[in-house]
T-cell receptor, first 114, second 112 residues
Framework: EAQVTQNPRYLITVTGKKLTVTCSQN?????MSWYRQDPGLGLRQIYY???????DKGDVPEGYKVSRKEKRNFPLILESPSPNQTSLYFC?????????????FGQGTRLTVV | QQQVKQSPQSLIVQKGGISIINCAYE??????FPWYQQFPGKGPALLIA?????SEKKEGRFTISFNKSAKQFSLHIMDSQPGDSATYFC???????????FGDGTTLTVKP
């Protein structure tokens, strides 16, 4: 089954404690992206990757890091989480030639930073 | 600066009615305009998308209308059903670029 898998689904952490949210896709997609979703603000793009070792900032990259060492994985790293990073996070992937949009989203990771 | 504005924020429609959600964009470099549907507890799922060289695209009960000169596009859901109750997002992006910009979302409720 084609899917984008995020882990964990739920996470409660404390301010300043480094964390990683993993994202993996099994569709051999070149393009992957991270979003955060906040009430009334829609989805805002954090980082995206056009291919292995190629990453770039989205609209709200501050406080986040990403890496793309393998095609299937695109982890989101919060080096020093703060309460304003409490949000619902989504990973997405698509083929490079599959229209310029995200075709597949993960189930989401709900992060709470206290 | 919000590059994609979506309205209304919420919408209530009777079963069998037409649901209409509107989006307006600012950046004329955008050249791909998708709509996503999201159910509670799930990630968004691509519903239908359009490129600016087409004024309308229809897939089943869902239609996108696109007005390039006005920089607006809309989603029409014909014969709306309770199962269509969800949050809908419009988005805009540029060919060969990685950035995507989303509207704030519309919560649709279809009453039986």
């Amino acid at each position: 089954e084609a899917q984008v898998t995020q882990n964990p689904r739920y996470l409660i952490t404390v301010t300043g404690k480094k964390l990683t949210v993993t994202c993996s896709q099994n569709m051999n997609h070149e393009y992957m992206s991270w979003y955060r979703q906040d009430p009334g603000l829609g989805l805002r793009q954090i980082y995206y990757s056009m291919n292995v070792e190629v990453t770039d900032k989205g609209d709200v990259p501050e406080g986040y890091k990403v890496s793309r060492k393998e095609k299937r994985n695109f982890p989101l790293i919060l080096e020093s989480p703060s309460p304003n990073q409490t949000s619902l996070y989504f990973c997405a992937s698509r083929r490079q030639g599959g229209g310029n949009t995200e075709a597949f989203f993960g189930q989401g990771t709900r992060l709470t930073v206290v | 600066q919000q590059q994609v504005k979506q309205s209304p924020q919420s919408l209530i429609v009777q079963k069998g009615g037409i649901s209409i959600i509107n989006c307006a964009y600012e950046n004329t470099a955008f050249d791909y305009f998708p709509w996503y549907q999201q159910f509670p507890g799930k990630g968004p799922a691509l519903l239908i998308a359009i490129r600016p060289d087409v004024s309308e695209k229809k897939e089943g009960r869902f239609t996108i209308s696109f007005n390039k000169s006005a920089k607006q596009f809309s989603l029409h859901i014909m014969d709306s059903q309770p199962g269509d109750s969800a949050t809908y997002f419009c988005a805009a992006s540029m060919a060969n670029a990685g950035k995507s910009t989303f509207g704030d979302g519309t919560t649709l409720t279809v009453k039986p």
